[in-house]
């Protein structure tokens, strides 16, 4: 008799859950053991929220921004329920309710064994004298819109087709990120940031100098200091404006809200669940109550809430392995975070340790300030390693820094070299056409983690082209920065293995490198430098 697969069911269709689900099916690849079911309030298919400030930017669509393609899901014995939110929980009985959000047709009832909240988290809306918090949504009433979901991006891009002057509240790194793409579709930009500098989590004071002086190099006022108190539409005093603290006025037909984001922990309390600032788990993702788990941004792991991609990523596969019995004792300790600014002309990585004084015995700090060129780097060392680094515009070393910063290893004795890239960059990303040196743990995807090795194996068992590598490996599908690393890389397995390779039999139009890319080995090294940061 064919035992009853155990029921999972994941409650949020972002990039947490989503990858849960994944990684179960890679455990359970025909579902003969673990059912799976994705539920989602947004009517879309689960999207890369990394890619939406292209979206604003109009470089993709949001359809392009879909973590996979078409039939996908099912065609792995996934459901995915979009457009419901989960109304109630019965812990007893093992039950959710399942409420739809477009359609009552949506309403059902679903039975788990085991339940997952990746709830993630929603953004949060500062009081503003004119600005309705619980109203706001991605119909952007009166130009006012939040930017986190695909709705509020797609709304943003819509509204700046006739804006004159946009007003971003947040100078973080997505209200920086939001800003860049509105500048590059020819809006007045102006930001307004609370702080002294902007991005004051990943930035020291003096980094922070530099990279507001980049930005408005790039045509967008910054206002430091000051917080947005009112809008106003407009009205016989004026066109639409935000008026700052200080009574100060500034035109705004379009008011882009990035000011931070806070945990969805509601579903959490309802069940009664230890929650602080996240929903508590432990080091196996487990919650207060049996067969309950959570992760991504809704979860509080050792007093810390994720708010960036990876470490949902981290505690997907570590949970995937609790819940399978893959590995019964994976526990999560933890994520290495490095912060990418993923805006056009801004070269910015933030990572580790960076706060630490100058003068501290234990640790040793080498910076390099140069202004006029954009251009900012702080080393933190330990023990002659790399444990903290802001890169800002030295886009030749920051890869070769990144893969010191993530393998632990010691930092060579030219500290002068180290700040430049040049005592690493030989070993990280070779010159030389015989990228056989590279070795095969050399990370080519930080998103994923995924190795030179992980690729060449994709690639001999027929992943011949980038798409076909990131179905195999999932490089490119983060931030996409490496995409130029993993096409230099194909390009040299198709040239130093032409007879095994994929590609010699097949063509890929998604691929250009084979014909028009510069010399495999080159191109491979200056994508790992520009993009493994």
Known sequence: MTPTPRRVVIVGNGMAGARLAEEIRHRDPD????????????????????????????????????????????????????????????????????????????????????????????????????VDRDGLDASGPDGVVA???????????????????????????LGLEAARGLLGQGVDVTIVHPMGFPMERQMDADGGAVLARVVRELGAKLVLGRFVAARRSADAEGPARVVLDDGSELPADLVVISTGVRPRVDLGQSLGLEVNRGIVVDDRLATSAPHVHAIGECSEHRGEVPGLVQPGWDQARV??????????????????????????????????????????????????????????????????????????????????????????????????????????????????????????STVICRCNTVTKSAIVGAFRAGAGSVPAVAEATRATTGCGSCKGAVEGLCSWLRSSEPSTSPAAHTSSDTDSTATSAPAPAAALATALTEGAA
């Not at 879909?66 to 019965?90: C, F, M, N, Q, Y």
């Not at 986190?148 to 790194?173: K, P, W």
């Not at 390099?368 to 060392?381: E, H």
Request: glycine share 10%; proline share 5%.
């Open 31 to 130: 579902g003969s053991r673990f059912a799976v079911t994705i539920v989602g309030e947004e009517p879309h298919a689960a999207y890369n929220r990394v890619l939406l400030s292209t979206v604003v930017a109009g470089k993709i669509t949001p359809r392009e921004t879909r973590l996979k393609p078409e039939g996908w899901w099912a065609a792995r014995h996934i459901e995915v329920v979009t457009g419901a939110r989960v109304s109630a929980v019965d812990l007893e009985a093992r039950t959710a309710t399942l409420t739809g959000t477009v359609s009552p047709a949506d309403d059902r009832l679903l039975e788990w064994d085991e339940l997952v909240l990746a709830t993630g988290s929603t953004s949060f809306i500062p009081p503003i004298e004119g």
């Open 147 to 173: 930017f986190r979901t695909v709705d509020e991006c797609q709304r943003i891009v819509e509204l700046a087709g006739s804006a004159t002057h946009a007003v971003v509240l947040g100078g973080g790194l």
């Open 319 to 440: 949970l995937a392995d609790v819940l399978t019995g893959a590995d019964p004792a994976a526990t999560y300790t933890g994520t290495s975070v490095l912060t990418r600014l993923k805006a056009h002309d801004i070269d910015l990585a933030s990572m580790g340790s960076i706060t630490v004084d100058v003068h501290d015995p234990e640790h040793e700090v080498l910076s390099f300030t140069d202004p006029s060129r954009g251009r900012y780097a702080k080393l933190v060392l330990h023990a002659d390693r790399l444990v903290g680094a802001i890169l800002l515009g030295v886009g030749d070393a920051a890869g070769a820094l990144t893969q010191l910063y993530d393998s632990g290893s010691a930092v060579p004795r030219d500290r002068l070299a180290l700040m430049l890239g040049r005592a690493v960059t030989r070993s990280s990303a070779p010159e030389s056409a015989n990228l056989a040196e590279m070795p095969g």
